[in-house]
C-alpha cells in the first residue's frame, strides 16, 4: 500500500516538473498551442482540391454558327475564362508562358464532320502540370454536355447517369482535407516534439541523473506520456473547433467515439516519440527519424490527400504498417460517414494495439538502459 | 584573402566530418530521401486505376447486362458483388467495401427500346470527394460509349463531338512525370533546411560554436564553412533523386544538365540561407528544429505539389513569394520536361536569387549581432 503511495508521488513529482519544463520552455508551447492553430488556418485554407476557373485561350478556325454555339456553352459556365485568339500560334504562345491554362481548338472541318458524325474539339493543355490538365478535361464536359443537348438532345442520352455523391453532397474537398488534418497535427504534437525533448535529456545526461533516484522504468514513461497527451489533448480542441467553425465540416459520427479515436492515435505517436528518442538518443536523429517515419507518411500515404485505392498494391501493403493510415481512415469516417462499427472498431483495434505494442517496447527499451 | 579562403576551407572539411562521420547520420541523410522518392513516386497519384464496385440491377435485362459488361470490359472497374436489397448499398458503401454502387432501376430496357431517356443511379462513397468524382467521371464516359453504340445500332444518330485532349511534354498526363521531378526539389529542401538549422544549433548547444568564435575566424568565414557543405549535400540528394527518377521511373529528361544544377544550386543556396537564419535565431537545437519545421511544412504542402496553388485564397498565394519550393518546382519540371533555358526561366531564378541572398545577409546580420 505504501508502495502503492510512493509510486503515485514519484509520478506525480515527475509529472510536475514536465509540465513545468513544458510550461516554461517557450517552443514547447509554441508547438503545442501556436502549431496547431498555423496547421489548421495554412492547411485547412490552403489545400483544396475544388474548382477554380480556369483560363483558356479559344481558336475557332471553323467560324460557323454550330462552332460559335459550342464556344458560348464555354462562356456561360462558371468553370472557364475564355479569350479568343485569332491563331493556333498565338494560343500556343499563351500556354507556354503560362498566361491561360489551356487551349480549345475547334478546327476548320468541324461542321462538316459533325453531322458525318465524329466532330473534334481538341484541347490543348501543358502536361507538365498533369492534374490541371485533368482537370480541365473534366470540366470540359460540362460545356460540352450542355452543347450537344440543345444541338441534337442525343448526347444526353439514352442512358443518364444521375451520380449521388454519399457524405458530400456538393464535394467540398475541405470534407476529408480537414479530418486528415487532425491526424497530422496530432502527429506533430505526439511524435515530433516528444521525440525531440527526451533525445534532449539523453543528450544533456539529465536522464541518467534520473536514474539514480528510486524511479521506475514505467513510472518514468507515464510521467513522460501525461503532459505531452495534454498537449496533443489541446491541438486536437483547437482542431475540432476549427472543423466545425472555420470549416463547417459536419461530424455525423459521435463525438465521444471521435474522442476515444483522437486518445489512441495520440497516444501511438506519443509512443513512436518516445521509442525513437530512446534508442537513437540524439536531437538531430531523432528528428530525422520521426519526420520520416511519421510526419511524411502521414502526409503521403495515409489518404490524407493522396487516395490509397490509387497506390499501386506493393505500396498499399507498405501503408498497413502505419498508423496514420488507420487515424486518416478513423478520422475520415467518424466526420462525414458516422459511427460505422465495422470501420470504426477494426482501425481502432490496429491502432490501440499498436500503441500498446509501442508503449510497452519504450519499456522495455528503457530498462535495458537503466542496467 | 588567401589565409582567409585557408581558413573557409579547414572549416568545410570539419563541417564535412562532422556530419558524414557518423555512420548513423550519414545514414540518414541519404537513406531516407531514396526510399521517400521511391515511396512517394508511386504513392502521390491522383490518377485512379482501378475501382470496385457493386451492383444492383433491378432489370436484370439484355440491355443492362451489356451496359454492365462494358463496365467490366473496362480494366479500371472491378464487380465484387451483386446485391439484391436496397438497404444493401448502405452496408456496402458505409463500411468501405466498394467505392461504386450501380443501381439500374427495374423499366430500364423498356425505356431505352421505347427511345426515352433510361436513367441508372450511381451512388459514390464521398469520404474522399476526390477519388469519388474522378470514378463518376469515368462511369460517365463509360455510359457515353454506350450511348453512342447505342444510337448507331438504333439509328438515331445525332451530332456526335469528341473531346480531344493533348497535352505537350506529357502526352499520356501521367502524373508520375510531374511529381517525381517535383520530389527532387521537396526532398532536398526538407533535408537541407533541416540539416543547416541544426549545425549552428548544435554547435551551440555543446558548446563548440563559443570555441569557434575565439579562433580568428570572422563571421562571414562561420556562414560561409556552414553553408558550402550543407549545399554540398543537398546536391548530392537532388543527384540522387534524379537518378532514381531516370533509370527507375524512367522520366524522360530532355533539359540541360547545367540549367537544372544552376537553378537547383540558386535554390539551395536559398534553403541554407533560410536554414541559417532560423539557426541564429533559435537559442537552442529544439528551437532550431521547431523553426525549421514550421518553416518547411508549409513550404512543401503549399508549393503546389499536393494541391494546385491557384486552389488557395489569394492571401495565401501571396505569401507563398517567400516559397522557394515554389519556384524549385516549377524550374525543375521545366527543365525535366520541357527543356526550358535560362531565358525562359528568369521568373525562377530571380527570386531564388533575391531569397538567398536576403536570408543569407540577415543570418550574418544576426551572428554579428551576437557577437559584439
Not at chain 1, 459521435?254 to 495520440?266: F, K, N, Q, T
Not at chain 2, 432501376?105 to 451512388?123: C, K, S
Request: aromatic share 10%; proline share 4%; glycine share 8%.
Amino acid at each position: 500500500m505504501t508502495g502503492w503511495l510512493a509510486k503515485l508521488r514519484r509520478i506525480r513529482a515527475l509529472t510536475d516538473k514536465e509540465t513545468r519544463q513544458i510550461l516554461r520552455d517557450p517552443s514547447s508551447v509554441a508547438i503545442g498551442i501556436v502549431f496547431p492553430i498555423i496547421m489548421i488556418l495554412l492547411f485547412g485554407y490552403g489545400l483544396s482540391l475544388d474548382v477554380t476557373r480556369v483560363n483558356v485561350a479559344v481558336v475557332d478556325q471553323d467560324a460557323s454558327a454550330d462552332s460559335a454555339g459550342l464556344v458560348g456553352a464555354f462562356r456561360l459556365s462558371t468553370y472557364f475564362g475564355v479569350t479568343m485568339v485569332p491563331s493556333l500560334a498565338q494560343a500556343t504562345t499563351l500556354v507556354m508562358n503560362r498566361k491561360v491554362d489551356g487551349a480549345l481548338l475547334i478546327p476548320s472541318d468541324f461542321t462538316r464532320r459533325l453531322h458525318a458524325g465524329g466532330a473534334e474539339l481538341q484541347i490543348l493543355v501543358n502536361g507538365t502540370d498533369s492534374n490541371q490538365a485533368r482537370i480541365m478535361q473534366s470540366y470540359a464536359q460540362g460545356p460540352v454536355a450542355s452543347w450537344s443537348a440543345r444541338a441534337g438532345g442525343a448526347s444526353a442520352g439514352p442512358v443518364t447517369v444521375v451520380d449521388r455523391m454519399w457524405f458530400n453532397e456538393t464535394n467540398n474537398s475541405r470534407y476529408f482535407i480537414v479530418p486528415g488534418l487532425i491526424v497530422m497535427v496530432m502527429t506533430v504534437i505526439g511524435a515530433f516534439l516528444t521525440a525531440m525533448v527526451i533525445a534532449r535529456e539523453w543528450e544533456r545526461g539529465t536522464l541518467e541523473a534520473l536514474f539514480v533516484t528510486p524511479m521506475l522504468p514505467g513510472e518514468f514513461l507515464i510521467s513522460k506520456t501525461v503532459p505531452y497527451f495534454g498537449l496533443g489533448t489541446i491541438g486536437f480542441v483547437l482542431c475540432v473547433l476549427a472543423a466545425r467553425f472555420l470549416f463547417h465540416v459536419p461530424l455525423r459520427g459521435s463525438l465521444l467515439m471521435l474522442c476515444l479515436a483522437a486518445a489512441v492515435y495520440l497516444l501511438v505517436a506519443l509512443g513512436i516519440g518516445l521509442l525513437v528518442s530512446t534508442l537513437v538518443k540524439s536531437q538531430f536523429l531523432a528528428s530525422q527519424l520521426v519526420l520520416t517515419l511519421t510526419f511524411l507518411p502521414a502526409m503521403m500515404l495515409s489518404g490524407f490527400i493522396y487516395d490509397l485505392r490509387s497506390m499501386p498494391a506493393v505500396v498499399q501493403w507498405i501503408t498497413y504498417a502505419l498508423p496514420a493510415r488507420y487515424a486518416v481512415s478513423l478520422m475520415q469516417t467518424l466526420y462525414l460517414a458516422g459511427d460505422i462499427g465495422g470501420v470504426v472498431w477494426l482501425n481502432l483495434g490496429i491502432l490501440a494495439a499498436m500503441a500498446a505494442a509501442l508503449l510497452a517496447a519504450t519499456r522495455l527499451a528503457t530498462r535495458k538502459q537503466l542496467s | 584573402m588567401l589565409a582567409s579562403l585557408l581558413r573557409i576551407v579547414a572549416l568545410i572539411r570539419k563541417e564535412f566530418l562532422a556530419v558524414l562521420k557518423d555512420p548513423r547520420s550519414r545514414f540518414i541523410i541519404f537513406l531516407p530521401p531514396l526510399l521517400q522518392c521511391l515511396l512517394f513516386g508511386y504513392a502521390a497519384s491522383f490518377d485512379l486505376n482501378s475501382a470496385f464496385y457493386a451492383v444492383l440491377d433491378q432489370d436484370r435485362s439484355s440491355a443492362s447486362i451489356a451496359l454492365l459488361a462494358r463496365l467490366d470490359g473496362s480494366s479500371i472497374f472491378h464487380r465484387q458483388a451483386d446485391l439484391r436489397r436496397i438497404e444493401d448499398i448502405t452496408t456496402w458503401i458505409d463500411n468501405g467495401r466498394v467505392l461504386l454502387v450501380i443501381q439500374i432501376p427495374q423499366d430500364f430496357q423498356r425505356h431505352l427500346m421505347a427511345g426515352e431517356p433510361a436513367p441508372i443511379q450511381v451512388i459514390a462513397d464521398g469520404r474522399n470527394s476526390n477519388t469519388a468524382g474522378t470514378a463518376l467521371g469515368y462511369v460517365q464516359t463509360v455510359v457515353d460509349d454506350f450511348n453512342a453504340d447505342w444510337r448507331a445500332h438504333h439509328g438515331q444518330p445525332g451530332p456526335t463531338l469528341r473531346v480531344v485532349i493533348r497535352a505537350w511534354y506529357n502526352p499520356n498526363l501521367d502524373s508520375r512525370w510531374s511529381m517525381i521531378p517535383s520530389l527532387i526539389g521537396t526532398l532536398t529542401l526538407m533535408g537541407t533546411l533541416m540539416l543547416t538549422a541544426m549545425s549552428v544549433a548544435r554547435e551551440r548547444e555543446q558548446g563548440t560554436f563559443d570555441q569557434l568564435l575565439v579562433t580568428p575566424f570572422r563571421p562571414f568565414e562561420i556562414m560561409a564553412g556552414k553553408a558550402v557543405p550543407n549545399l554540398a549535400i543537398g546536391l548530392g540528394q537532388a543527384t540522387t533523386i534524379l537518378l532514381v527518377a531516370q533509370f527507375w521511373f524512367r522520366i524522360p529528361f530532355v533539359g540541360s544538365f547545367i540549367v537544372l544544377y544552376c537553378g537547383l544550386g540558386l535554390f539551395l543556396m536559398a534553403a541554407v540561407g533560410v536554414g541559417l537564419f532560423v539557426s541564429s535565431i533559435a537559442k537552442t537545437m529544439q528551437q532550431a528544429m521547431l523553426y525549421a519545421f514550421l518553416l518547411v511544412m508549409p513550404f512543401a504542402l503549399l508549393s503546389g505539389l499536393a494541391t494546385p496553388v491557384s486552389s488557395m485564397p489569394d492571401i495565401l498565394q501571396t505569401v507563398m513569394v517567400i516559397n522557394p519550393l515554389l519556384y524549385a518546382l516549377d524550374l525543375t519540371k521545366r527543365v525535366f520536361l520541357e527543356d526550358a533555358g535560362f531565358a525562359q526561366l528568369g521568373s525562377d531564378f530571380l527570386p531564388l536569387g533575391v531569397i538567398g541572398l536576403c536570408t543569407l545577409a540577415g543570418a550574418a546580420w544576426m551572428f554579428t549581432r551576437r557577437l559584439s
